[in-house]
Structure formats: structure tokens, C-alpha cells
């Protein structure tokens, strides 16, 4: 229904910046419009976890206790791009971070029925 694709992961030392972006497209014949998007991540050995989300006119945001004031969730003009800039980034940040689309207002964690294949982000310290 909806493809998302991931980039701009990498390898960056603690208290570096990445911007993740995620490049979203409807199948054939649709429209890419009206979705809520969201960054969630997942490291070795443990559970996925939502990182951060925003509303399809970009006005509604919300975050993770833990990367409040270090990340930004932000979407381009188009609303097919969504970006996650990160700052001051620490060791326990590693992990495959994934975007995830849903159509309509943004969901609880587990309402995302779109996912991308994710892109890794190693922080050394």
C-alpha cells in the first residue's frame, strides 16, 4: 500500500548529529496523503521502541523521554519526507531505526500498519 524507504544512517562518535530521512510513495494508482509518520528503533536483543511522531500537517509532534531535546521529527513541504535529526548522540542510541506510516491522525505505537526496512545507526563512544 505504502513504501517507505530509510537512509542516511551511519557510524558517528558520541555527541555527533545524523539525519535519518524517510522517502514515502503510495502503490500505483494512489495518493500519498492524509498519513501520520513515525521513527521507532530496535537494538540487539531487545524490543522496538517508538522514538518519535508527527501529524500529517507537521503541527503535532511527540517524542520519547529519552531523545526529547536531542531529536526533531520534522516532514518536507510535500509531506512525502520525513527527517529525524539527531544531535548529542550517545552509545545507547545504536540501534536499526525504521519508519512507519498510518493513514490518519497519529496512532498509539502499535497502530503503524506500514513499515520500512529500516537503516542502522552506530554511536561509539
Known amino acids: 500500500q505504502v513504501q517507505l524507504v530509510e537512509s542516511g544512517g551511519g557510524l558517528v562518535q558520541a555527541g555527533g548529529s545524523l539525519r535519518l530521512s524517510c522517502a514515502a510513495s503510495?502503490?500505483?494508482?494512489?495518493?500519498?496523503?492524509?498519513?501520520?509518520m513515525g521513527w521507532f528503533r530496535q537494538a540487539p536483543g531487545k524490543d522496538r521502541e517508538f522514538v518519535a511522531s508527527i501529524n500529517w500537517s507537521g503541527r503535532n509532534t511527540n517524542y520519547a523521554d529519552s531523545v526529547k531535546g536531542r531529536f526533531t521529527i520534522s516532514r518536507a513541504d510535500d509531506k512525502t519526507t520525513v527527517y529525524l535529526q539527531m544531535n548529542s548522540l550517545r552509545p545507547e542510541d545504536t540501534a536499526r531505526y525504521y519508519c512507519a506510516a498510518t493513514e490518519g491522525p497519529i496512532p498509539d505505537t502499535a497502530g503503524y500498519d506500514n513499515w520500512g526496512q529500516g537503516t542502522q545507526v552506530t554511536v561509539s563512544s
Open positions: 503510495a502503490a500505483s494508482g494512489r495518493t500519498f496523503s492524509g498519513y501520520a
